[in-house]
């Protein structure tokens, strides 16, 4: 791949253009490739925004987390 | 929570994200069995070079109460490919929907939740059935950060990336002086013949 293009997808990816499977399709092999690429242009993994078809879902998750976390001792 | 609940995870990606940070074991903060399908674990294990191949072993086999690899039929599929050389993408994905059945299918009382990678829980609907709840890896770590269990989320992604350029460095030297290793006995190999 060229480095040009390697360095645009991992910037759409950690700006939350475009996602890993994406990443996949287009030549990257796997995630550890992903990481290096943020790491060497001074970015880190994209956090979803609290939007998208799965809120719902997630907020619940996030529920479940929080609720086991205070219940621990 | 009344009946099994299980954290189900789909992707390979929460898993170097946290083992390269050196922070696995947020993962067990909760207090929450783990599932890890058997094609997610095969696709983490065997990627060249990454520490965290033996990292995630030594892990999970320090925890088997807690954390435990589903055989699936997805898995086997993924042998068998892996054997023929063909293309793997997507079964870790498709081995988690398979192991997700199963537990649902267990017990009526079931509940999972899934860990996905965030830039992938944010596009499409993943999940339909009420007793199933998504959860990403950021946050999973906005979560832990606000129960003051870790110090920061975007400290333990930065690391990640750092430690993942660090892993690939190491590689290609590795890969340049086994190139270079063979084109010295490719030439030895020459001029002995010479």
């Known amino acids: ?11 759409q990816y950690a700006g939350g253009e475009i996602t ?10 796997n995630y550890v490739q992903v990481l290096a690429g943020l790491g060497e242009f ?3 993994p994209p956090i979803a925004p609290m939007e998208g078809p799965n809120l719902a879902a997630r907020e619940r998750g996030r529920a479940i987390i929080r609720e086991a976390l205070r219940a621990r001792p | 929570m009344t009946g099994p609940f299980s954290l189900i995870v789909t992707d390979t990606s929460p898993l170097f994200t946290l083992v390269l940070a050196g922070s696995f074991d947020v993962l067990l903060r909760p207090g929450i069995a783990v599932s890890i399908p058997d094609a997610v674990y095969i696709e983490v294990t065997r990627v060249h070079g990454a520490p965290g191949a033996e990292q995630i072993v030594e892990w999970i086999n320090a925890h088997l109460e807690a954390v435990r690899i589903v055989p699936t039929e997805i898995g086997i599929d993924q042998q068998r490919r892996l054997e023929e050389g063909r293309s793997i993408r997507r079964l870790g994905e498709q081995a988690a929907i398979e192991t997700l059945e199963r537990f ?15 830039s992938a829980v944010g596009k499409r609907r993943a999940v339909v059935d009420q007793r199933v709840s998504l959860i990403s890896t950021g946050d999973f770590l906005r979560e832990l950060e606000t129960a003051g269990m870790i110090q920061s989320t975007d400290h333990i992604l930065d690391l990640a990336a750092a430690q993942g350029r660090n892993v690939e460095r190491r590689r290609e030297a590795n890969e340049d002086s086994t190139t270079r290793e063979r084109l010295r006995e490719q030439l030895h190999r020459n001029r002995d013949g010479d």
């Open chain 1, 1 to 11: 791949m060229q480095p040009e293009l390697r360095e645009a997808l991992v910037r």
């Open chain 2, 104 to 118: 649902l299918r267990s017990d009526p009382a079931a509940e999972a939740l899934l860990l996905f990678e965030d």
């Open chain 1, 42 to 44: 001074g970015l880190r």
């Open chain 1, 20 to 29: 890993w499977h994406e990443l996949r399709e287009r030549g990257f092999d």
